[in-house]
C-alpha cells in the first residue's frame, strides 16, 4: 500500500448521526402530505438531491417544498426544522480521529447544502481541527457518488488517490472512492473500523 498521507471521512451517520425521521416529521407538522409523500417529492427534481448538487439553493428549495407540500412555515420556521437534522457524534469516533491525527492528515467530504455546511463546524467543533479540509458537495456542484467529486476532493487535498483513505457509511460511495483509486472502507461503527484499519497496519 502506497504511504497514505489523508484520512477522508464522510460526515453523515459516519462521524455525526443524523435525524432524518425528526425532519420529516418537522415538515409533516406544517404541510398537507404525508409522511410517505414527503419523502417521495423530497427525491424529485429540486428536492435535496439538487440541493446537495448545488442546482438550487435553500431558499428555492423552500418554494419547491411549499408548491409540492403545500408546506405553511415561513423561510426561517422551515430554517430552523432543516438545521435540526443532527444527534451528536457517533460513539468512539472522536477518540479515532484523535489517534488518526497522530499520524495523518484529516478531510470531510459530504454530500451537503449551504445550510449544513454553515452549522456543522460549528455545532460539531470538536470534532475539527484548524488544519482541516472540508468538500462539501453543493460548492462543486456534483455529489457522491459520482466519482467527480472524488477527483474534486483530491485537488483541494493536493493527494494522489492511493494517499487517500475514504470512510464512508454507503457502500456505494466506498466504491465510487475505489474507482478513482482510493483505499476506502465502509462504516458499520467505531470498533469495526478500527479493527479494520489495525488490521491493514493504518493504525
Not at 45 to 51: E, K, L, S
Not at 109 to 135: M, T, Y
Amino acid at each position: 500500500m502506497a504511504a497514505t498521507t489523508w484520512f477522508l471521512f464522510d460526515l453523515g451517520n459516519t462521524l455525526i448521526k443524523l435525524a432524518y425521521e425528526r425532519v420529516i416529521a418537522g415538515i409533516c407538522r406544517n404541510a398537507k402530505v404525508t409522511r410517505d409523500e414527503v419523502i417521495e417529492i423530497l427525491e424529485q427534481p429540486g428536492g435535496y438531491r439538487d440541493m446537495e448538487r448545488g442546482a438550487v439553493t435553500f431558499r428555492e428549495f423552500y418554494e419547491f417544498l411549499v408548491d409540492k407540500t403545500r408546506y405553511r412555515g415561513s423561510l426561517h420556521d422551515f430554517r430552523a426544522v432543516w438545521s435540526d437534522f443532527f444527534d451528536g457524534t457517533i460513539p468512539g469516533m472522536e477518540d479515532l480521529l484523535d489517534r488518526l491525527r497522530e499520524r495523518y492528515r484529516i478531510a470531510f467530504l459530504s454530500n451537503s447544502n449551504e445550510i449544513h455546511a454553515e452549522l456543522i463546524p460549528r455545532r460539531f467543533s470538536g470534532l475539527f481541527r484548524r488544519d482541516d479540509r472540508f468538500v462539501f458537495s453543493h460548492r462543486f456542484r456534483v455529489a457522491k457518488p459520482d466519482p467527480e467529486i472524488f477527483r474534486r476532493a483530491l485537488e483541494v487535498l493536493g493527494a494522489l488517490p492511493q494517499h487517500v483513505v475514504f470512510i464512508d457509511d454507503l457502500s456505494e460511495n466506498v466504491l465510487a472512492a475505489r474507482s478513482v483509486g482510493m483505499v476506502a472502507y465502509q462504516f458499520i461503527d467505531a470498533e469495526q473500523l478500527t479493527r479494520a484499519l489495525a488490521a491493514d497496519g493504518l493504525l
